[in-house]
């Protein structure tokens, strides 16, 4: 195997992720398969090619700026709504820094 | 009135000869959706205060004499990945069961505007990740036309609906193929309409350079008006297109004799047999319509499927970072501290593909493994949009199967994630370059599963694949 449970834990402490001791192990499983897998784009030549970060197509000269102007934001009320744990105008969270 | 068999057209007649008032038709229409949703679980939630005030405001509009607009009264369906004010919008993931949007995405404002009817959101697979809608936190969707297999996905609930009646129109998502492979396993339109052509603010971000809103209907002309209503240049989207919209039904009345159309070798290999029957009896349709049809090659098709899963997956994870705790979503009990509330609301929340394809996407963004992968992947992406822009270069369209297979059985495929991604492979080569694409219905295998044929054009031409579309619905209804 080319991905590691090693590799696996690394991963999910980079992407906020608690896993269960079973899922490191699927998914150790599953992110060598799929891996292997995508190897085969070794097999197409790209020298030379840029890299293509989002669709390109003929446009318009017009810039896609929108107008500066002002818009009236949503508010801290209707912003806090869906909170888990608002509190005095805020999101709150666990302590940060201990004392 | 027939509400499962409604067409755009009888209700507007209907309305303005005064059959029934919209009023009447909102309720029928969600009293018959209520009433059938259990045999697919299409919708996760009605929304009949809004589509009553809706309606109540197309009859004010008749009443005064005026045009009452082009979706008057039409009921449509929403993926529950599009945000709806003060109606609950989950993604099909327990981390927003209870999320209830400030603000309604851009389709959904132009919708109303046309006088649609916003009847319910529909199932979904979590964050629009999957291709069989049995990744929905609250619980998959069956296929109206064979209750033990997928709809497909990830806008199979959407798919469901429009095929089983429950609504007139739809709106999916499409990232990799969500709306054209749930539409080709339910035998019904579904179109990805040029990267760019609708806004997606207040589309739920999945893989932002690939994500699209498209129409899902029962015929390519309704699909066309639905797209019509949602086109155009959104200042609240920085990537919507500012090229002009032309008239997408009036272009669908032209001619396809002599139109170029190209049949790619590599999309026609890995076929079931019967699909690969169905597909070369629908080029044998087009051919009769006159249609110049020549085989053509895009090289680069049998690395799409890698490319894409590291696209789309590299963006999706830093998409879902802001699924923490602290905003939208619930919020784990076990947050002692800061890193274990994030952790712990991740873990807890997400369901398996999310989480999979977030490691996946996390793991080829990593630090060593950047250039390997995510560059790599960009470049083989130019490498696909370049073998549509020669293939554009000598037809006008191309035509292709949507997917190898017909609906599979549920639970068929969900323990095995390489074979359900390969299953989006026509799909997501369309994706990638941007370009509309559409899967139109050709026919049914011998045990009724619906297989749709594919059309793809180049950029903002889709007056050209609705005119082909639209052609090959009425070769086939003779």
Not at chain 2, 131 to 155: H, I, K, Q, W
Not at chain 2, 164 to 182: H, N, Y
Not at chain 2, 252 to 261: E, I, R
Request: charged share 20%; glycine share 8%.
């Amino acid at each position: 195997m080319k991905i590691t449970e090693k590799d696996v834990r690394y991963v999910a402490e980079l992407a906020n992720l608690s896993l269960t001791d079973a899922e490191v192990q699927k998914f150790q499983a599953d992110l060598d398969e799929i891996l292997g897998y995508v190897e085969r784009l070794n097999e197409i030549d790209t020298a030379g090619v840029e890299p293509m970060a989002q669709v390109l197509y003929a446009a318009g000269g017009k810039d896609t700026w929108r107008a500066d102007r002002e818009v009236p934001p949503i508010g801290a009320e209707i912003a806090l709504a869906n909170a888990p744990q608002p509190g005095a105008g805020y999101f709150k969270v666990p302590k940060v820094i201990e004392r | 009135m027939d509400i499962p068999s409604l067409t755009i057209g009888q209700i507007r007649d209907g309305l303005l000869a005064r059959r029934f008032s919209a009023v009447e038709l909102a309720r029928e229409s969600l009293r018959f959706a209520e009433a059938h949703n259990s045999a697919t679980n299409a919708y996760l939630r009605f929304s009949p205060e809004r589509a009553l005030g809706a309606a109540a405001h197309v009859d004010e509009k008749i009443a005064r004499g005026e045009d009452p607009g082009p979706l008057a009264a039409v009921p449509v369906a929403v993926k529950d990945v599009i945000v709806t004010k003060n109606v609950v919008t989950t993604c099909g993931s327990k981390l927003l069961a209870n999320y209830v949007p400030p603000y309604d995405a851009t389709a959904i404002v132009r919708l109303e505007k046309a006088g649609a009817l916003i009847l319910g959101k529909t199932n979904c697979d979590e964050f629009a990740m999957g291709s069989s809608t049995e990744n929905s936190a609250f619980g998959p969707v069956r296929n109206p036309l064979a209750p033990d297999r997928v709809p497909g996905g990830s806008s199979g609930g959407s798919a469901a609906a429009v095929a089983q009646g429950t609504a007139v129109l739809a709106l999916g998502s499409d990232t990799g193929g969500s709306i054209r492979q749930p539409a080709s396993f339910c035998g019904i339109v579904g179109v990805t309409p040029t990267y760019g052509r609708v806004s997606r603010y207040g589309l739920t971000a999945f893989a932002s350079s690939l994500d699209h809103i498209g129409p899902m209907a029962r015929s390519a002309g309704e699909a066309a008006v639905l797209l019509q209503a949602i086109a155009g240049r959104d200042p609240m989207d920085a990537t919507s297109a500012e090229a002009p919209v032309p008239d997408y039904t009036e272009s669908m009345h032209g001619n396809v004799q002599g139109l170029k159309l190209g049949l790619p070798r590599e999309y026609l290999k890995d076929l079931t047999s019967e699909t690969g029957d169905l597909i070369s009896a629908a080029v044998a349709t087009l051919r009769k319509l006159g249609c110049d049809i020549r085989e053509i090659n895009l090289p680069a098709t049998d690395y799409a499927v890698g490319c894409y899963y590291i696209i789309a997956t590299a963006e999706a994870s830093s998409n879902l970072a802001r699924y923490d705790g602290v905003r939208y979503t619930s919020r784990s009990a076990a947050s002692g501290t800061l890193s274990e509330m994030y952790r712990n609301t991740r873990g807890e929340g997400f369901g398996a593909e999310c989480k999979r394809r977030i490691m996946l996407g996390t793991y080829v963004l990593s630090a060593g493994y950047y250039d390997a992968y995510y560059l790599k992947a960009q470049k083989v992406r130019a490498l696909i949009a370049r073998d549509f822009a020669r293939a554009f270069a000598e037809v006008d369209a191309i035509v292709a199967p949507v997917s190898p297979f017909p609906a599979f059985r549920l639970g068929e495929k969900i323990d095995d994630p390489l074979a359900m991604y390969l299953s989006d492979i026509y799909t997501i080569t369309g994706s990638l370059a941007g370009i509309p694409c559409m899967s139109v219905p050709c026919g049914c295998t011998a045990a009724g599963l619906p297989v749709g044929m594919q059309i793809l054009a180049n950029h903002f031409d889709e007056p050209t694949m609705f005119r082909l579309a639209d052609a090959f619905e009425r070769a086939r209804a003779n």
